[in-house]
């Protein structure tokens, strides 16, 4: 859902006047940004529709729009449209307060427009409570909590008094060596210990990345439906966002002309959200791709120990001999969520100067939590971990899918069910999945819409279902549930 927000009357402009027609319409445009009767993040008319509305030709609009693009107030996103940006160029008006200050009207600060547009673009993609089917959340009851508390409480004996300052280092040394042993046998990743930079979880990955990267008004091609994050993140950092089709072999833009990118995100291993496998000749001719526009690109690799059927898929790093690709793990979805860490292996290239700006951007995780991670794999117990949840994951999709498959018959079509921990219930074409996940909620059920990870239009309407947090003696009853509210809807 995007805000269309539209102007309120204005005197019309006048074809007489000195000034052109298309710097009145821009002035008129402009004004309407800054008093912010156009919010930012609002998305503008068509220029067809704006030259209707103001009775002008529709050179006129497209010229007074570019315009508005060139100083900052507008951008276009590929596909989807012309929309107020984040980052305006100029300040925001500041409300009169209702408040009197020695007799005077005061001023509220208030936040910037910048963060007043992000809070309406990621309240439009706010998800609830964890509950069934909430994706993304691991099973928390199943983690080794004695083993991990005993390696973490032996680290704070042996920490020394710098151990906790801020830190100085991109990833702790045992951490470092930890996971390029772990990458390299698990995931085919090709690294050095220099390469792994540790951040304080995805999202600061993914924002680090933007503006180490990238400057605003670059493209990032993104998957569509993608994952939120990532939209928020290179939203934030003020880059053009141009939504590409994932289909059955994931990521599709050979078919279609795209602009140049500076950043291609994508998660090849298992697509968030569809699941489907980005295919090794398209891995090979995206790295082609970047190679050709000197692009970047953000592979993340969320879920990718967790394969159900068949051998895990190596990294698309691993196939890269060019030094293009950029690999993003994390902990939260192995491990737990509130540990808070994941980590970047860049190229060599690039290592000293983001670890540079890391440490000067935000603050480093902590060291003695890193040096517990360290032992946790080095040790062994990391590993054992993956097999036991990989085994509880694919016991819990296949009670899953059974459940609802009996309940909703064979017509039921569901996508990504190969791996992770979660997968997409495709809906039938008429239904709003908006509308059916705010139904389904008031019953219990958390089950995220795909238009919710959508930029533009999804593919078909659906739900997702993570099944990684509930409990097995809650799971079939769980998935009546939902079965008997979808027959309600349906």
């Not at 068509?46 to 529709?58: D, I, K, Y």
């Not at 569901?414 to 008429?430: I, K, Q, T």
């Not at 999945?433 to 999804?458: F, M, N, Q």
Request: one cysteine or more; glycine letters at 8%; hydrophobic letters at 40%.
């Amino acid at each position: 859902m995007v805000d269309r927000t539209t102007l309120p009357p204005t005197p019309a402009l006048s074809p007489t006047a000195d000034e052109p027609l298309y710097r009145q319409l821009y002035r008129r445009l402009r004004q309407a940004i800054i008093d912010g009767r156009l919010r930012p993040g609002a998305r503008l008319p068509s220029t067809r529709a704006l030259a209707a509305e103001w009775g002008v030709g529709r050179n006129t609009a497209l010229a007074a729009v570019e315009q508005l693009q060139a100083e900052g107030y507008l951008t276009a996103r590929v596909g989807a449209g012309t929309y107020v940006s984040v980052a305006l160029p100029d300040p925001m008006p500041s409300r009169p307060s209702q408040w009197l200050v020695n007799s005077e009207v005061g001023k509220e600060p208030g936040l910037s427009a910048r963060a007043r547009g992000l809070l309406t673009w990621v309240s439009e993609r706010e998800e609830g409570e964890t509950r069934a089917f909430m994706p993304g959340v691991p099973d928390l009851a199943t983690f080794p909590w004695p083993l991990w508390f005993k390696l973490l409480a032996r680290q704070q004996r042996a920490a020394k008094p710098a151990d906790w300052d801020y830190g100085h280092e991109a990833a702790h040394p045992a951490l470092r060596t930890a996971l390029v042993d772990h990458l390299t046998l698990a995931r085919g990743v090709v690294c050095r210990p220099e390469q792994i930079i540790v951040t304080a979880g995805m999202q600061q990955a993914l924002d680090l990345l933007a503006r180490t990267l990238a400057d605003p008004g670059d493209v990032a091609w993104i998957e569509e439906p993608g994952y939120p994050g990532a939209q928020a993140a290179f939203t934030a950092a003020g880059l053009t966002l141009n939504p590409i089709p994932v289909d059955e072999h994931g990521m599709a833009w050979q078919d279609a002309d795209y602009p140049p990118p500076r950043l291609i995100y994508v998660t090849p291993s298992h697509q968030y959200p569809l699941g489907s496998v980005l295919s090794m000749a398209r891995r090979q001719a995206l790295l082609r791709e970047a190679a050709q526009h000197g692009a970047w690109i953000v592979e993340d690799d969320y879920d990718g120990e967790f394969r159900h059927d068949g051998r895990p898929l190596a990294a698309l790093q691993g196939l890269d001999r060019g030094g293009r690709t950029v690999y993003l793990g994390t902990f939260s979805k192995v491990m737990f969520p509130a540990l808070a860490l994941a980590y970047m292996v860049v190229p060599l290239q690039l290592a000293r100067d983001i670890a540079l700006l890391q440490a000067r951007l935000y603050r480093k995780p902590c060291r003695v939590t890193q040096a517990a991670l360290a032992e946790f794999i080095s040790a062994g117990h990391f590993g054992a971990h993956l097999r036991r949840m990989r085994g509880l994951y694919a016991n819990r999709r296949d009670k899953l899918l059974d459940t609802l498959q009996q309940r909703l018959g064979t017509e039921a079509r569901f996508y990504g069910a190969e791996a992770g921990m979660h997968l997409v219930l495709r809906l039938p074409g008429h239904c709003n999945d908006v509308e059916v996940a705010h139904r389904l909620a008031a019953a219990g059920l958390t089950t995220p819409p795909l238009s919710d990870y959508a930029l533009c239009k999804p593919p078909f309407p659906g739900l997702l279902l993570g099944y990684g947090a509930v409990e097995d003696a809650t799971l079939r009853l769980a998935a009546h549930r939902l079965a008997d509210g979808l027959y309600n809807m349906l």
